[in-house]
Nanobody, 126 residues
Framework: QVQLVESGGGLVQAGGSLRLSCAAS????????MGWFRQAPGKEREFVAA????????DYADSVKGRFTISRDNAKNTVYLQMNSLKPEDTAVYYC???????????????????WGQGTQVTVSS
């Protein structure tokens, strides 16, 4: 069983920055591919960013490319999402997820993830 706990959400003005963290339980975090997803009110959950278990493969949604950066610290069992130049359309609940299947490439599909956090709210005001 893997538990994921997100933190770092909040209210920020457009153009500002936030860093989300996702802390994972367990001793095999280094073996998990990790992803960030978000869901805005009335919309489906969408892919934001992912990093493979090796860290060699990283992928971003086009809407956040160049503004968001995903990274991982295996020593701290934590994955991060640095979000810069935030826009009102980035407002959503952000979720992290773990893929335990040793997938080589960063994974976009939410169906490939086995565990999910409870989410953290990010609100960007205009």
């Amino acid at each position: 069983q893997v538990q994921l706990v997100e933190s770092g959400g909040g209210l920020v003005q457009a153009g500002g920055s936030l860093r989300l963290s996702c802390a994972a339980s367990g001793r095999t975090f280094r073996n998990y591919g990790m992803g960030w997803f978000r869901q805005a009110p009335g919309k489906e959950r969408e892919f934001v960013a992912a990093i493979s278990w090796t860290g060699r493969s990283i992928d971003y949604a086009d809407s956040v490319k160049g503004r968001f950066t995903i990274s991982r610290d295996n020593a701290k069992n934590t994955v991060y999402l640095q979000m810069n130049s935030l826009k009102p359309e980035d407002t959503a609940v952000y979720y992290c997820a773990a893929d335990t299947a040793y997938t080589v490439a960063a994974v976009r599909s939410p169906h490939e993830y086995d565990y999910w956090g409870q989410g953290t709210q990010v609100t960007v005001s205009s």
